[in-house]
């Protein structure tokens, strides 16, 4: 520029005036330039890095946005500028983790296809998504067209889609994205590490769709967790969710589920730790001591079986030293051959409220409630099942409140309570001239007796009674009522009859 402003002085005398257009042009130029850049989405390159002009990057911004453009991912700073870019997903999420300040951040995915998988090993993260939805989600694993769109991790072979991995994470938050398996063999959806420590707490999981997780796997699966809530997951392929107490005097606990879909396309194998193989599977690892899963709320949580079933101990959910539960409308149906109509089996658990659950199959359905079982309570369940569809209840301090179970036969081994079972009360009479009447009841137990009232005193000559004077139990189910004296009715004799509970 010296130079140059010599060569104007000496040819023109008025040098300072062209230098000064000169200078205004170029202002000018720059000016528009980046006005252009602004608008058309160009880049302007410096040494050190490469810096993105583009609306709304700024206020508000995350702390870092990753998108994919062909087979690079991208990783772009608060301010704009890429600090990470390459081929490898997973070490560009790892980057941009180990990147964040101390007091944590948001990443947010673009919608588009990212192949590896996401490790929090840190506290306070945010990843979110721009939202997923499926393809065809009623033809699953009948259609080659499977797919999901939007924000969608793709993990390799084995993986999981998102671990949480370490020692006392908090302040974890993932949302609106799927996690869409194309391997033969994969993890879990969204998990922790699975050890003999306190994992994580303060974690929220809100819209995640997961499909096509094998046989072994789960769409959420956590251990040792604390203060939790996961809500909106859609799930089609192996099981939906794992809880796991796995640290000696830890409950694991204080969350909340809701609004949790899952559609079974695989024959779950067993496992001899009770933690796979099942839908749901709420348990702890039995060689820990004073550990279990407690005080969580399930509110809408379906499981739809369509899937043929070998595994005998197959059941859709397990529970197993659980505590202080409350499960809101808990639905599942099983429609396939083998084992897949066992509903639910519950053992070593305290004080699980069921409310207005709902359980399905075309054919063979199954409840197990073991007798290690205390304080159950069934409110308006509805069990739809065929005629050797079964309900086996062994805990005598459960409760079923206003059941309806259809079809369905009541183990003569149970000995829960039943208030307000279709036909295990109304009224009978016996009629003039006969000693007593014998009554069918729909359930009569080995922990059950039959309270009666008389309709009319009036129609017992004084000092005359009724009783019961015999008691068929199931699979009978019926009793006879007499007069006290044994002696025949002159008149009719109408009673209010009920099958009462003693615990």
């Known amino acids: 520029m010296e130079k140059l402003k010599c060569l104007n002085k000496t040819k023109n005398g008025k040098g300072g005036l062209t230098i000064q257009k000169k200078k205004v042009l170029t202002f000018l130029t720059i000016a528009l330039l980046m006005i252009a850049a602004f608008y ?30 062909g087979d690079y991912y991208y990783a772009k700073n608060a301010y704009g500028a890429i600090d990470f870019s390459g081929t490898n997903f997973s070490a560009i999420s790892e980057s941009v983790l180990n990147a964040l300040p101390s007091s944590g951040g948001k990443i947010l995915l673009k919608a588009g296809y990212y192949e590896g998988q996401i490790v929090i090993a840190r506290n306070n993260v945010i990843i ?98 604390l203060e939790t809530s996961v809500r909106n997951i859609n799930s089609y392929g192996g099981g939906l969710l794992r809880l796991y107490a796995n640290w000696d005097n830890f409950h694991a606990g204080d969350a909340i589920f809701e609004n949790m879909y899952a559609r079974i396309l695989y024959n779950l194998p067993s496992n ?76 070593a658990c305290y004080h699980i409220i069921f409310n207005a659950p709902y359980f399905w199959s075309y054919g063979y359905g199954y409840i197990n409630s073991q007798s290690t079982n205390y304080n159950i309570l069934w409110n308006d369940a509805v069990l739809e099942g065929q005629s050797t569809a079964t309900l086996l209840d062994s805990c005598n301090t459960s409760i079923w409140i206003n059941p309806a179970i259809n079809t369905m036969v009541i183990d003569p081994a149970t000995t ?81 009859w009920q099958i009462c509970h003693v615990p």
């Open 128 to 225: 979110e998504g721009e939202g997923s939805c499926a393809d065809k989600p009623m033809q699953f694993g009948n259609s080659s067209t499977d797919a999901l769109y939007g924000t969608v991790l793709k993990p390799l072979e084995g993986k999981d889609g998102i671990l949480i991995s370490g020692e006392n994470r908090s302040g974890i938050q993932i949302r609106n994205l799927g996690i869409w398996f194309t391997t033969a063999s994969t993890g879990d959806g969204i998990t922790t590490d699975h050890g003999n420590y306190f994992n994580v707490e303060d974690l929220d999981i809100e819209d995640i769709d997961v499909l096509h997780h094998d046989s072994t796997h789960f769409a959420i699966n956590l251990e040792n967790f």
């Open 272 to 347: 001899p730790d009770n933690a796979r193989g099942y839908p749901i599977i709420i348990a702890r690892n039995g060689t820990r001591g004073n550990c279990w899963v407690n005080d969580v709320v399930f509110d809408t949580i379906l499981v739809n079986n369509p899937t043929s079933q070998s595994d005998p101990d197959f059941y859709g959910v397990v529970l197993w030293f659980a505590r202080n539960m409350v499960f809101n409308h808990l639905h599942f149906e099983g429609a396939a051959g083998g084992y897949a109509y066992q509903w639910v089996n519950i053992g």
């Open 40 to 69: 058309g989405g160009y880049t302007i390159a410096s040494p050190s890095n490469t810096f993105t002009i583009s609306s709304g990057v700024y206020p508000g911004a995350a702390s870092y946005t990753i998108w994919r453009d």
């Open 416 to 496: 829960a309570s039943f208030v307000g079972l279709e036909g295990n009360s109304g009224v009978a009479t016996i009629a003039s001239g006969n000693t007593g009447v014998t009554v069918n009841a729909r359930f009569i137990g080995a922990c059950n007796y039959v309270l009666l009232t008389i309709i009319d005193p009036d129609t017992l000559p004084a000092g005359a009674a009724l009783k019961v004077s015999a008691i068929y139990v199931a699979p009978s189910n019926s009793f006879v009522v007499e007069r006290i004296d044994e002696q025949t009715t002159t008149v009719s004799i109408t009673f209010y």
